[in-house]
């Protein structure tokens, strides 16, 4: 089984920030990478996919990049409604695996 | 609009079975795989397994292989995972969620969840 860890396991911030978030697989998976956001309480929503691109609708103060096994996931200019906490998964083979979550809080 | 609607909270005892449904809209049902994902309160996201409502073929994650049964019925747009011989450690949110294909295709739309609390 693909081991996913992300870092750093929290993070704070403060509004207008950009941040970045790391996350690296126990083995190669090409760009089978996704990440999702998550509030409490509420189901994720899916950011990107393909390791770099937008799911529809998401903003572009949003992007990914990465290939094989590390993958960072960027968020320029913070505003409150991007705190939340973030998953990288792979999608490369079964089981399909997330990472442990990476929380970003205002500083 | 693409829509899954997951079935309300449920509180059982422990060796109980658990179904939840997962109804979708807003595109074909039989052209997407619903994979259903665990998540225990305070803890992360675990893989549980996905169904292709086409031919109704799944495939499982080790951990849940044997105790976990995902299905889908074409005839009403909604897919179900039911969980046997219910654990105090299976109190969680589990969730479905969309993808275009089995392996190698990244999801797109969740249900909004639905909370298992096995309690006796």
């Known amino acids: 089984d693909i081991q996913m860890t992300q870092s750093p396991s929290s993070l704070s911030a403060s509004v207008g920030d950009r941040v970045t978030i790391t996350c690296r697989a126990s083995?190669?998976?090409?760009?089978?990478l996704a990440w999702f956001q998550q509030k409490p309480g509420k189901a994720p929503k899916s950011l990107i996919y393909a390791a770099s691109s937008l799911q529809s609708g998401v903003p572009s103060k949003f992007s990914g990049s990465g290939s094989g096994t590390d993958f960072t996931l960027t968020i320029s200019s913070l505003q409150p409604e991007d705190f939340a906490t973030y998953y990288c998964?792979?999608?490369?083979?079964?089981?399909?695996?997330f990472g442990q979550g990476t929380k970003l809080e205002i500083k | 609009e693409v829509q899954l609607v997951q079935s309300g909270a449920e509180v059982k005892k422990p060796g109980a079975t658990v179904k939840i449904s997962c109804k979708v809209s807003g595109y074909t049902f039989t052209d997407y795989y619903i994979h259903w994902v665990q998540q225990a309160p305070g803890k992360g996201l675990e893989w549980m397994g996905l169904?292709?409502?086409?031919?109704?073929?799944?495939i499982y994650a080790e951990e849940f292989q044997g105790r976990v049964t995902i299905t889908a019925d074409t005839s009403s747009d909604t897919a179900y995972m039911e969980v046997s011989s219910l654990r105090f450690e299976d109190t969680a949110l589990y969730l479905c969620?969309?993808?275009?294909?089995?392996?190698?295709?990244?999801?797109?739309?969740w249900g909004q969840g639905t909370m298992v609390t096995v309690s006796s």
């Open positions: 169904v292709d409502p086409e031919n109704g073929e799944t």
């Open positions: 998964q792979q999608y490369n083979s079964y089981p399909h695996s």
């Open positions: 969620a969309t993808a275009p294909g089995p392996t190698n295709y990244a999801y797109d739309f």
């Open positions: 083995q190669g998976i090409s760009n089978y």
